[in-house]
C-alpha cells in the first residue's frame, strides 16, 4: 500500500509538472506566434493569439495544432481620405501544420470576421450624414439607416443651392436607406435605396444619391482572407470571410 501511494503522489508530481510545462510553453509559444503574425501583416498593434487544445505539447510534437484563435486591433477603414477605426476583428485558424524548422505554420482553414460599430460608420460616413440600424426588416435586406438635413449633405458633397429661398426648403433632417454590399472582398459601397419626396428642386434624387452613395475601403484584414458576407446587425455592420492555406506568420 506504501508503495502504491508513493507511486500515485509521484504520478501527481510529475502530471502537475507537465501540466505546468505545457502551459509555459504554450504562452511562449502564443506570443511568438503574435509577434510574427504582426510582422508579416504590417500590423500596428500585437494581436492576441490564443492556441487551443491540450496538450499543447504533444500538438507540436505531431506538428500540427488543431485551432488557433487571432483577435486584430488596430484595423482601419477609410472612405474618401475619412479613417476609422473597425471595431474587432478575428481569425478562426483551423488545421495549422507547423513548418519542419518550427518557424512557420500554415493553416489549412481560416475564417475571418470584423464588426464596425455604427458611431465609427458615421465617422466614414459623408459630412452631415449619420448611419444607425435600420431595423429588423430592412437590416434583413442589408440596408442601414442614413439621416440627415438635405442642406447640410448637398453642400459637403460640393453643391451649390443657389438661394436662400431653396436652402431654407432644405433645412429638416431626412432619412435614407442605404443597402450596403461587399464589391471586391475589401470595399464596402453604400447605396441609397430610398430618398426623401417631396423636395422642389429638379434633380435632387441625383444631388442626393452623389451626395450620400460612397465606398470605404477596410484595410489591414489578414491576407489571403477576402470578406464574402456583411451583414446589418443592431451593433453594427458585420462581415466575414474564409480562406485556404493561410500563412501564419
Given at each position: 500500500m506504501r508503495?502504491?501511494?508513493?507511486?500515485?503522489?509521484?504520478?501527481?508530481?510529475?502530471?502537475?509538472?507537465?501540466?505546468?510545462?505545457?502551459?509555459?510553453?504554450?504562452?511562449v509559444a502564443e506570443s511568438e506566434t503574435a509577434d510574427k503574425i504582426?510582422?508579416?501583416?504590417?500590423?500596428?498593434?500585437?494581436?492576441d493569439v490564443s492556441i487551443k487544445g491540450f496538450p499543447f505539447l504533444t500538438q507540436v510534437l505531431g506538428k500540427q495544432l488543431d485551432e488557433v484563435d487571432v483577435s486584430v486591433e488596430g484595423v482601419t477603414a477609410k472612405a474618401d481620405g475619412r479613417t476609422v477605426n473597425v471595431t474587432e476583428v478575428k481569425?478562426?485558424?483551423?488545421?495549422?501544420?507547423?513548418?519542419?524548422?518550427?518557424?512557420?505554420?500554415v493553416a489549412g482553414r481560416a475564417d475571418g470576421s470584423a464588426r464596425i460599430s455604427y458611431a465609427d460608420l458615421?465617422?466614414?460616413?459623408?459630412?452631415g450624414a449619420t448611419v444607425g440600424y435600420a431595423g429588423p426588416e430592412r437590416a434583413a435586406k442589408g440596408q442601414v439607416k442614413v439621416t440627415g438635413t438635405p442642406k447640410d449633405l448637398l453642400k459637403s458633397a460640393g453643391r451649390d443651392l443657389g438661394s436662400s429661398r431653396l436652402e431654407s426648403l432644405l433645412t429638416g433632417e431626412v432619412t435614407i436607406y442605404s443597402t450596403v454590399e461587399l464589391v471586391d472582398g475589401k470595399t464596402v459601397r453604400f447605396k441609397a435605396e430610398t430618398?426623401?419626396?417631396g423636395i422642389p428642386l429638379p434633380g435632387f434624387d441625383r444631388l442626393m444619391r452623389d451626395a450620400v452613395d460612397y465606398d470605404m475601403t477596410i484595410e489591414g484584414v489578414p491576407s489571403r482572407i477576402t470578406l464574402d458576407r456583411v451583414e446589418a446587425a443592431e451593433d453594427g455592420l458585420?462581415?466575414?470571410?474564409?480562406?485556404?492555406?493561410?500563412?501564419v506568420g
Open positions: 508503495a502504491l501511494r508513493i507511486l500515485l503522489i509521484t504520478a501527481v508530481i510529475l502530471g502537475g509538472l507537465f501540466i505546468a510545462a505545457d502551459r509555459i510553453a504554450v504562452n504582426r510582422s508579416s501583416q504590417g500590423l500596428s498593434q500585437t494581436p481569425a478562426d485558424l483551423r488545421d495549422v501544420k507547423i513548418g519542419s524548422d518550427f518557424s512557420s505554420a458615421a465617422k466614414a460616413a459623408p459630412e430618398l426623401p419626396g458585420r462581415f466575414s470571410g474564409r480562406a485556404q492555406d493561410v500563412a
